[in-house]
């Protein structure tokens, strides 16, 4: 692989491992800092809530401006956030500092969104000649790398720094990943897509249109339901993770650590297995489906670490599975001159239940307990499951 080429990759991976220390960290210092499941729930809806609702914005900007431009802004702009979150947790104390970190998290979260888009609508012309399927491999192991290392530099690094010290490594990641993108942008010599001119267009022509195909096109609407009930259970775990195993269940932050670890492997083998199978018509969604709600099933009734992290591990791995069967299923159905627009709105969709879930933790956990919530929202997502399987058969039938 050549120089540039590793520069590009480079800049994925610190861009991805900087994004996932702070998802690591915002849980972790908000629980250590309150000891209450309920202010974590609360910290990850604002969190991940201002990730989703960019979406659709970020998706008509990355087709109305160069996205290179928009990919290195959207590094830069994290970096100022971390930055401006590490002087104002030094300058305040006790909840003013925690609500400091969430909202500096909260900003680099619509900053990633950005620069997720941006970098979807670039990556089929970053390496002229060379097949998109392989650039889309090597992209996603340097993001999968990124997730890895998260936990491990993240937990590493708070036990030598205040939490405000490892926000500024974060800061220094963003601005290393798009060191590494200058380079590349330099060594650059085909052509980049540049945005079409929107000139006049109002900002609702593109949206009217996502929100046409979404109530028009048949099977699209199940799709949507069924990713909403996956993420419910996906966001209660995420929000209550560093709260149950550290507070409910004793372990320590590095168990912790190593439980995130354990997660992000798991799902580089599952995302591996599911490449080298052959799967038929939904089997890849139904067994997803099946493995997730045993996951969140296993973590609601969880009286011991290990049937825990077993649960966690349950959620965590089979996600992206289900993810693939999703964004197969999203492509056979969205006409492709209007995929990008829709896919925007989809993924906010999609993805609402999220900071929903975290939400419900914040009015609904007692303490480091959030047994009752996750079992409320497990059956959620049970619930929508069956619904959506009734309609299927009903359809069928008619």
């Keep these: 692989m050549r120089a540039h080429h590793l520069s590009f990759y480079s800049s994925l991976l610190l861009s991805r491992l900087a994004d996932q220390v702070l998802l690591f960290l915002v849980p972790l210092v908000v629980y250590q800092q309150t000891g209450s499941a309920s202010w974590t729930g609360i910290a990850f809806f604002i969190e991940t809530l201002t990730r989703f609702v960019a979406f659709p914005v970020c ?11 928009l990919l290195r802004q959207s590094q830069a702009l994290r970096a100022l956030s971390c930055v401006a979150g590490l002087a104002a947790g030094y300058a305040l104390s006790g909840q003013a500092a925690l609500g400091a970190l969430v909202l500096a998290s909260a900003a680099c979260g619509v900053f990633t969104t950005q620069g997720v888009m941006a970098r979807e609508v670039l990556l089929p012309h970053i390496f002229p000649g060379e097949r998109f399927e392989r ?61 079409r001119s929107a000139v006049g267009e109002s900002w609702w022509v593109p949206l009217r249109t996502a929100l046409a195909h979404i109530a028009r096109l048949p099977g699209l609407k199940p799709l949507i339901a069924l ?23 004793g372990q320590s932050a590095a168990a912790y650590a190593q439980l995130q670890t354990a997660g992000a492997v798991l799902t580089v083998l599952v995302l591996a297995w599911v490449a080298r199978a052959h799967w038929r018509g939904h089997a890849l969604g139904v067994w997803s489906y099946a493995l997730l709600l045993v996951g969140g099933l296993m973590t609601a009734w969880a009286a011991h670490p290990a049937v825990y992290a077993l649960g966690f591990l349950l959620v965590i791995g089979f996600d992206k599975m289900f993810s693939i069967y999703i964004r197969a299923a999203r492509q056979r159905i969205i006409p492709a001159q209007d995929f990008g627009k829709t896919s925007g709105v989809v993924v906010l969709l999609n993805n609402l239940t999220q900071p929903l879930a975290g ?22 997502m049970g619930v929508i499951g069956v619904a959506v399987l009734v309609l299927a058969a009903t359809e069928q039938h008619t």
């Design 59 to 69: 998706g008509v900007l990355s087709d109305r401006h160069p996205p290179l431009r």
């Design 135 to 195: 650039v889309l491999a090597h992209a996603q192991i340097a993001d999968q790398l990124g997730m890895v290392a998260g936990p491990v530099v993240a937990a590493a690094a708070l036990a030598i720094w205040p939490w405000q010290g490892v926000l500024g490594c974060s800061a220094l990641m963003f601005v290393l990943a798009d060191a590494a993108l200058a380079w590349w942008q330099r060594q650059h010599t085909g052509a980049l897509p540049q945005g």
């Design 227 to 249: 990713a909403a009930g996956v993420n419910l259970v996906v966001g209660v775990t995420q929000a209550t993770a560093a709260a149950m195993l550290t507070g409910l269940l």
């Design 359 to 380: 939400l419900a933790v914040g009015l609904g956990a007692q303490g480091a307990d959030a047994r009752g919530v996750i079992a409320v929202l497990v059956v959620g």
